[in-house]
């Protein structure tokens, strides 16, 4: 009689303690509960320890961290006829526990569908140029039209961004010569404003030398110098400095000459005598006739 009284207490205590078990739940701090009482929603349960009725009561946990959800890369055509392969990435919350238990039968799954109809739908109504270039336009368009459709599911999306967009290889090879013509048309355009101006300040220059004859000589000099400082052996000498010692040259020669005539002796004198006369010759004196032996 003793034994059967003690196994049927250490059974009740055995059942109450797997009660106990069973009653007790605990929400964490990031998440929120929704208690089905037979298969009725009774309400929402905040983070901490909970006791619910067994067999009676089910409690669903429901996570409101925010979600990080890669949406797979798929192949796209613009509104240009261009066919590019983007993916991208959404983040979104539970804003509403019991919606996004009632509502919807699993939340991930069918935001990660609608994402990517929603970006095939939006890139498509885009050209190529805009979709490179006007990403977070695209952003804001799809994440609005997620919200739309989540909201009824208590599914908040905070955030969606473009991650990689894969254009064909002769796409990238007609981009690259379109980009390679732009920047020679940007270099020839930058080298026609510099000419434009260089031509500006030699004018201004041309000016002052006009005005002042001695800047143009020792430009001259400077030029002479800039070309001397990496110990160059080619020597220029500017046209106008070629003609001074031209002239000088030549002023040298005809003092040269001129110094030479002056010191040159002077011829003599000789009379001649002319019939009854005399005349006067210069050169040398004539010799006498001396006869022959």
Known sequence: MNALIVIIAFVIIALLLVALAMAVRIVKQYEEGVLFRFGRVIGERAPGLR????????????????VTMPIQSQGIITRDNVSVDVSAVAYFKVVD?????????NVYSAIDQIAQ?????VVGQHTLDQTLSETDKINLDIRAILDVATVEWGVQVTLVELKDIQLPESMKRAMARQAEAEREKRAKIINAEGESLAAAALGDASDIMMAHPVALQLRNLQSLVELGVDKNTTVVFPAPLMSTIAELGSFLAHESDAAAASAA?????????VGNGAELRKGPRPQSAIPRA
């Open 51 to 66: 006791f619910i009725i067994p067999f009676a009561d089910v409690l669903h946990r429901v996570s409101l961290r925010i």
């Open 97 to 105: 526990a019991v919606r996004s238990v009632v509502a919807i039968e």
């Open 117 to 121: 109809t929603t970006l095939r739908k």
């Open 265 to 273: 002796p002077a011829p003599a004198i000789h009379p001649v005598s």
